[in-house]
């Protein structure tokens, strides 16, 4: 049944790629043009101060990132199913509305991959030296990938939502851990996209071709591309999770607030879970945590709550 649900997902992605392509395209052509802009302005201090550093290049994704909410906005809108999307006021529209978190979200990001990276590097460089350094190693390798899961859900939530940057971050590390299944499946995207394009950028046979190729796949291709394989990984539960949340938030203040007025009785009786969108395979071992609608849950209790459930649904 998993594996059914799986080559359905994956023939519905595959379907809506190709449908969505042409529009996917044009919106790269809208994010080309500051691409090139930003890039070259730090080009070009990267070579008149001599630094020569690739860090001075990556300084590109501060000011970029704000045109990164535009292609994040069109995607989302794909990947929700919507038929006509109008690439060119969703993609504005993101940028003016979600500008400021943007830019607060490529300092962040870029203060991550700098610190992840000199400390794997350094740490990597005293482990050829002593083993015992291999463990903060280790560490910094864990703690990186948590931060790429993390700004797989950054991005789409607060174009998404208008909820608070506090929110944001924490929503997002909390579905680093309990959407771990979905995150490798857009790893998994990311994989072959890059697959792709290294073997695309191995054909060209002479530095002209390779300069060419680069730039129509950093221009043309492959940043809508990225932000629509990871939306079609995590986009679907990431939605679900914060609307499930925001309903559950409104039902406890409703009540909290009868309670305060002296009203010991709501106007709805509370409808209970019936674990009808909960899949689990009751045949695994082990009993570990699931994250299940913003709870950390063991597998046993999951399992005996959906069965009660089905119990209750069948004595109706």
Same mark, same amino acid.
């Given at each position: 049944?998993?594996? !059914?649900?799986?080559? /359905?997902?994956?023939?519905?992605?595959?379907?809506?790629?190709?449908?969505?392509?042409? =529009?996917?395209?044009?919106?790269?052509?809208?994010?080309?043009?500051?691409?090139?802009?930003?890039?070259?302005?730090?080009?070009?201090?990267?070579?008149?101060?001599?630094?020569?550093?690739?860090?001075?290049?990556?300084?590109?994704?501060?000011?970029?990132?704000?045109?990164?909410?535009?292609?994040?906005?069109?995607?989302?809108? %794909?990947?929700?199913?919507?038929?006509?999307?109008?690439?060119? *006021?969703?993609?504005?529209?993101?940028? +003016?509305?979600?500008?400021?978190?943007?830019?607060?979200?490529?300092?962040?990001?870029?203060?991550?991959?700098?610190?992840?990276?000199?400390?794997?590097?350094?740490?990597?460089?005293?482990?050829? =030296?002593?083993?015992?350094?291999?463990?903060?190693?280790?560490? @910094?390798?864990?703690?990186? /990938?948590?931060?790429?899961?993390?700004?797989?859900? /950054?991005? *789409?939530?607060?174009?998404?939502?208008?909820?608070?940057?506090?929110?944001?971050? +924490?929503?997002?590390?909390? %579905?680093?851990?309990? !959407?771990?299944?979905?995150?490798?499946?857009?790893?998994?995207?990311?994989?072959?996209?890059?697959?792709? @394009?290294?073997?695309?950028?191995? @054909?060209?046979?002479? *530095?002209?071709?390779?300069?060419?190729?680069?730039?129509?796949?950093?221009?043309?291709?492959?940043?809508?591309?990225?932000?629509?394989?990871?939306?079609?990984?995590?986009? =679907?539960?990431?939605?679900?999770?914060?609307?499930? +949340?925001?309903?559950?938030? =409104?039902?406890?203040? +409703?009540?909290? !607030?009868?309670?305060?007025?002296?009203?010991?009785?709501?106007? !709805?009786? *509370?409808?209970?879970?019936?674990?009808?969108?909960?899949?689990?395979?009751?045949?695994?071992?082990?009993?570990?945590?699931?994250?299940?609608?913003?709870?950390?849950?063991?597998?046993?209790?999951?399992?005996?709550?959906?069965?009660?459930?089905?119990?209750?649904?069948?004595?109706?």
């Amino acid at each position: 049944m998993a594996s !059914e649900k799986n080559a /359905v997902a994956l023939t519905g992605f595959f379907s809506s790629l190709f449908h969505n392509l042409p =529009k996917l395209l044009f919106t790269n052509l809208l994010f080309a043009v500051p691409f090139a802009v930003i890039f070259g302005i730090f080009y070009l201090i990267n070579i008149l101060t001599g630094l020569n550093s690739m860090f001075i290049y990556f300084l590109t994704v501060i000011p970029l990132f704000p045109f990164y909410a535009g292609v994040t906005q069109v995607t989302s809108h %794909m990947v929700r199913g919507e038929e006509n999307v109008d690439i060119l *006021p969703n993609f504005i529209g993101g940028i +003016k509305e979600n500008w400021l978190r943007f830019l607060v979200h490529g300092i962040v990001m870029y203060a991550a991959v700098f610190i992840s990276y000199y400390s794997i590097v350094l740490y990597l460089g005293l482990g050829s =030296k002593n083993g015992m350094f291999y463990v903060p190693l280790a560490l @910094c390798i864990l703690i990186a /990938v948590f931060f790429l899961f993390m700004f797989f859900y /950054v991005s *789409p939530m607060t174009v998404t939502f208008d909820i608070s940057m506090k929110d944001i971050y +924490k929503n997002s590390a909390l %579905m680093t851990f309990g !959407e771990l299944k979905h995150n490798l499946f857009a790893v998994f995207g990311i994989l072959i996209l890059f697959l792709v @394009c290294a073997t695309v950028l191995m @054909c060209s046979f002479t *530095p002209v071709l390779l300069i060419i190729f680069t730039i129509v796949l950093a221009l043309f291709i492959v940043p809508s591309i990225l932000s629509f394989i990871i939306n079609s990984a995590v986009y =679907k539960n990431m939605y679900s999770m914060i609307v499930d +949340k925001d309903s559950k938030s =409104k039902t406890i203040d +409703k009540k909290m !607030e009868n309670r305060r007025k002296g009203q010991f009785r709501d106007d !709805e009786e *509370p409808v209970a879970e019936d674990y009808s969108d909960l899949e689990i395979d009751e045949s695994a071992d082990g009993d570990e945590f699931i994250f299940y609608h913003g709870k950390m849950m063991k597998r046993s209790y999951l399992i005996k709550l959906k069965k009660e459930a089905e119990e209750r649904k069948n004595l109706k």
